[in-house]
């Protein structure tokens, strides 16, 4: 039967089996992975581990190659999980969940402690197949709490990671984890914005909400000005655009470029203009002082300019830090009869 034949309940019995059948196919790749992993096989091929791997040879994301190879070694620990697994009831994501218990850190610690393994693989188990994801990540959880009741606190910075990948059109996508403060911290300031920006009519969804609160907390925090000072200047949302981009009414699609490589519309750069200072750079004698010879030993503020305008960050090969990252140098030593001029600098 065809995709556009199910109706009713075959469509949710056809997803269902897709799902199982998914499951299974993952239980029989994080068995491969542990079994080349075991014998060796990525060292033999060149790689330093199986996570290496993966992310060369497979094009899989860090997180994502890491995350086999701790499943295959979760279910050596945790068998009746793993024949779950294999059977496609239990998830990739929810072995990825019971993996935490079982790190060698933990299994040396319940040995100490005299814990039955097996009875915590049958609970997470159990848990794993008749209830929902939420609930193993809480069973798990009081596993670990009761695992070190009297343990140092650990250090928040550990669980904390963030993420940004920039899309072609500028867009960024964000991932990240906080721990409990911190998350609660970004949350009661999202809230506060949230919560005073709801406008009758309003039709965003909460994600957008906080989506748009996100960028509010970025926007406040520049506008303050006690964010730490970069290479002699203030953060701030820098866009170059050409003198006749700008007066231009058009919209002028990829007309702008911003400071981390973004490329915005002249429309948006006329936004931005609004509420931001507008400075003229000209490079040629009649502009900003580019050339100021031997008097002056260190670099303007338009020699600067310039020179991010020109570099767009860091020259050296391979190396993509951004301008407020790097300094300016002389390309010929001052002290050896370098110019301090745009001509002899360099973003490295």
């Known amino acids: 039967m065809c995709s556009g034949e199910l109706v009713g309940g075959d469509v949710l019995d056809g997803v269902a089996v897709l799902v199982a059948e998914r499951n299974w196919i993952d239980a029989r790749l994080v ?29 899989l994301s ?6 086999l190879v ?12 793993g024949e779950a697994h294999d059977a496609g009831l239990v998830s990739a994501e929810q072995v990825a969940v019971a993996a935490r218990a ?13 814990i039955d393994l097996g009875v915590i693989d049958a609970v997470v188990t159990r848990v794993a197949v008749e209830q929902d994801h939420a609930a193993l990540v809480r069973v798990v959880q009081r596993y670990l709490d009761d695992l070190d009741p009297d343990g140092s606190e650990p250090d928040p910075t550990e669980g904390r990671s963030l993420t940004l990948a920039k899309h072609a059109d500028g867009a960024l996508s964000i991932r990240g984890q906080l721990d409990a403060v911190g998350g609660e911290k970004l949350q009661a300031a999202l809230e506060s914005l949230v ?53 231009d009414p058009a919209t002028g699609p990829g007309a702008g470029r911003m400071g981390f490589g973004a490329v915005i519309s002249a429309a948006k750069a006329r936004w931005l203009a609004c509420d931001g200072a507008v400075s003229r750079v000209v490079f040629g004698p009649d502009g900003a002082p580019l050339d100021l010879g031997r008097e002056q030993r260190l670099a303007s503020r338009h020699i600067r ?3 991010e305008l020109r570099d767009g960050g860091c020259v050296f090969t391979g190396c993509s830090a951004p301008t407020h990252w790097c300094d300016v140098h ?19």
């Not at 491969?32 to 094009?59: F, K, T, Y």
């Open 31 to 59: 068995r491969r992975v542990r079994a080349a992993e075991l014998s060796q096989a990525p060292e033999r091929d060149g790689q330093r581990s199986m996570a290496s791997w993966l992310r060369g040879h497979c094009r």
């Open 62 to 67: 860090g997180s994502e190659a890491s995350r």
């Open 70 to 81: 701790r499943n295959g070694r979760a279910i050596e620990h945790l068998p009746a999980l």
């Open 102 to 114: 079982v790190t060698p850190q933990r299994l040396a610690a319940a040995v100490a402690q005299g």
């Open 195 to 247: 919560q005073a920006d709801r406008p009758a009519g309003d039709e965003r969804s909460r994600a957008q909400r906080f989506g748009d609160a996100l960028a509010q907390l970025a926007d406040n925090a520049l506008v303050a000005g006690n964010l730490p000072v970069l290479r002699g200047h203030k953060p701030q949302v820098a866009v170059v655009i050409r003198l006749e981009d700008l007066a």
């Open 305 to 307: 300019r310039a020179t």
């Open 330 to 348: 002389h390309l010929v030593h001052w002290i050896d009869g370098g110019e301090t001029s745009l001509d002899n600098f360099a973003h490295p």
